[in-house]
């Protein structure tokens, strides 16, 4: 495996296992202002795995910034 496959895993697993994101945005759900909260939801999440692990930061940034894009 490369270092770009793990460092995808990394950030995939923390922001799914470790902090409660799916059932936070399952809340959001159907609510007035979803989506901005969606929005801040995410990039918060991905800051913090930014600055617990700092070496994963980029790929925190890649994966933010796809996901901007797929949902504007």
Known sequence: MNGHFLRRWAVNYLRHE????DGALEELSGRVGRAEATRLL???????IARAYPRLA???GRQLRLRETDAG
């Open 18 to 21: 470790l902090i409660v994101y």
């Open 42 to 48: 995410r990039r918060r999440t991905y800051e913090a």
């Open 58 to 60: 980029d790929e925190c």
